[in-house]
């Protein structure tokens, strides 16, 4: 019997679009967005391609799991197009991502994943509009498994997981028992493109999915996290002509100025 690996992928705001598109709601304390479709989060993309090259080496099965408020079916599509079996979605109106913290993410989808007979979780390191890097952790303390974080290489090697975890200076391996969850950083690679043909089949895989009540929980769940103010970045530009008799002295005026504020 094979591995059953899930899979949870959030969907943000384009993070490669115009930083025009966002805007900070200093009076809602949210960050509002302008023209942007949503997409998979990269960091859980990453953690899709390792499953895909587990589940082609240990012949196993892949859930994809998602948690939001009106959930993109493109975005859900693409994603189980390039070798899904099945997925489960958590829907609501009450799912707004900026209304939840990472405490309430992780208890939706850990009293969801009690209901799936999983082997191995994946998740990204963590989220391309937040970067918390809080709610894989959280799952895996709240099911009670262990957790490996910021990897760049896992196997499945009968009962256990093994794992190249990133440093700043290198990496390091460690192993865990399944079943296990761990967090898949860039390194791992980017998810593979799927056929327009595999795109139009996915349709076809199986998905299951749930409210809040379904799963028995009632929102709002008390928030470990306070968001305290949300504000855009300052941006400061100043510009200094510099300028000699000809551009041998101009060339010396400037090296003087770049050394000067240690530059150079």
């Known amino acids: 019997m094979g591995i059953h690996i899930v899979v949870c992928m959030k969907q943000v705001p384009d993070p490669e679009g115009p930083a025009a598109s966002f805007e900070a709601d200093t009076a809602g304390n949210r960050v509002v967005t302008h ?17 895909l090259g587990i589940k082609a080496a240990c012949d196993g099965n892949i859930t994809l799991l998602s948690l939001g408020k009106s959930l993109s079916r493109p975005v859900l ?12 979605v958590i829907e ?4 707004d991502p900026q209304d939840l913290d990472s405490h309430a993410t992780a208890t939706l989808l850990s009293t969801a994943l009690r209901r799936v007979d999983f082997d191995l979780i994946l998740v ?8 918390a890097g809080q709610v894989g952790l959280g799952v895996a ?6 957790a490996l974080s910021l990897a760049r290489n896992i196997e499945v090697d009968g009962g256990k997981v093994l794992v190249e975890s990133v440093l700043p200076d290198g990496f390091v391996r460690m ?10 950083s860039h390194e791992a690679g980017e998810l593979r493109y799927p056929s327009l043909a595999a795109i139009k089949a996915a349709k076809n895989i ?21 968001r305290i103010a949300v504000a855009m970045p300052s941006r400061e530009r ?5 300028s000699g008799e000809n551009p041998e002295e101009t060339g010396e005026m400037l090296a003087d100025r770049l050394y000067t504020d240690k530059v150079i």
Do not use: F, H, W
């Open 77 to 88: 599509l693409k994603a189980m197009a390039t070798g899904v079996d099945d997925a489960i």
């Open 206 to 226: 199986p998905q299951v999915s749930y409210s809040p009540g379904d799963l028995g929980v009632e929102l709002p769940i008390g928030a470990m996290v306070a």
């Open 92 to 95: 609501g109106d009450s799912l």
């Open 124 to 131: 990204g390191r963590q989220a391309a509009d937040t970067n």
């Open 35 to 51: 023209g942007l479709p949503p997409v998979a989060n990269p960091y859980d993309e990453n953690a899709l391609e390792v499953a």
């Open 175 to 184: 192993s865990a028992p399944l079943p296990a969850l761990v967090t898949v």
């Open 238 to 242: 100043r510009c200094q002509v510099i």
């Open 141 to 146: 303390q709240m099911l009670g498994i262990p």
